[in-house]
């Protein structure tokens, strides 16, 4: 067992936490294990991220109105971890979802359905492992690599933007022919041919950040200083590998970490259940009246 007193409810820092959410913590912290344990065979560098970091630093544990457990990869790692996942991976745990940026691990022998239902895939407790990619780093080299990153994104997601930035007079740093070939293809290869140059611009820029807090203009850019070595903090009754900058990422992240704020927000989805297999709950119910009823 990963967490003490698990089928006991707790006070924890005046927060009443439940029996059922520790539960699904210890489920988290078994997915975990499985990726440390994929990642150390194969010499992959990982970090805690975002609120599992927090909770790290701030409450040497999972942050008590909080059901996330999130990593961090920088994109070359993330990349590797991509191409070792589909042999590594063992049962129970299986892939549920992988996008440019991020990916979930879940566990199949649970069960987490939320509005973004999507039949035929996973819906197990996960966790959510990040990619960092490069930012602009104020540099003309680092400029440039994320111009040139973003208009390969760009194309790949929104292409008459692309379009539309040219006829008013922008110059791309991409072959204009390269850019629409992207456009054409497949999703699956959109993935391949982004990941790759997201790999190969990663030296040209000393700055660092999820792509997606990019774009929605969260938070801001992390140094690759802040990741120049790598220790650990003590996380329940686990020790997680943390950057050795992690209050100045926090800081960069969410100002005054140290100040608890508890935004309410639900992380689990509307439907979970920590002992029942997800397959096995599809068998007995209407998934789309579930979730309008709730």
Not at 17 to 22: F, G, L
Not at 123 to 139: E, Y
Not at 163 to 168: D, E, G, K, S
Not at 251 to 278: C, F, K, Q
Request: aromatic share 12%; proline share 4%.
């Amino acid at each position: 067992m990963f967490i003490k007193d698990l089928y006991r409810d707790e006070i924890r820092e005046g927060w009443l936490v439940k029996s059922d959410i520790k539960k699904v913590w210890n489920r988290q912290l078994e997915i975990w294990q499985e990726v440390d344990r994929i990642c150390r065979k194969h010499n992959i560098t990982y970090w805690a991220n975002s609120g599992t970091l927090l909770g790290a630093a701030r409450h040497k544990g999972f942050i008590p109105w909080d059901e996330d457990f999130d990593l961090m990869m920088m994109r070359p790692d993330y990349n590797r971890f991509c191409d070792v996942l589909a042999d590594e991976l063992n049962a129970p745990f299986e892939l549920k979802e992988k996008l440019f940026g991020m990916m979930k691990i879940s566990h199949s022998q649970t069960t987490m359905i939320d509005y973004g239902y999507l039949e035929g895939s996973p819906q197990g407790i996960a966790i959510d492992i990040f990619a960092l990619d490069i930012v602009n780093d104020k540099t003309p080299e680092g400029s440039s690599a994320y111009k040139a990153l973003d208009e390969l994104l760009t194309a790949a997601c929104n292409y008459p933007k692309i379009i539309r930035y040219v006829q008013n007079g922008g110059r791309l740093l991409n072959d204009l022919q390269v850019l629409e070939a992207i456009s054409k293809t497949s999703e699956d290869k959109k993935l391949e041919i982004l990941e790759f140059y997201a790999a190969e611009l990663w030296r040209q820029s000393s700055a660092v950040a999820w792509i997606q807090d990019t774009l929605n203009k969260i938070g801001n850019p992390f140094e690759k200083k802040c990741f120049s070595e790598t220790i650990y903090l003590p996380f329940e009754t686990i020790e997680l590998p943390v950057p050795i900058g992690y209050d100045e990422i926090l800081t960069a992240y969410y100002g005054d970490w140290r100040t608890p704020v508890r935004d309410g927000r639900n992380r689990l989805g509307n439907i979970y259940s920590d002992d029942i297999p997800y397959k096995e709950f599809l068998q007995h119910f209407d998934i789309y009246n579930l979730i309008l009823k709730k």
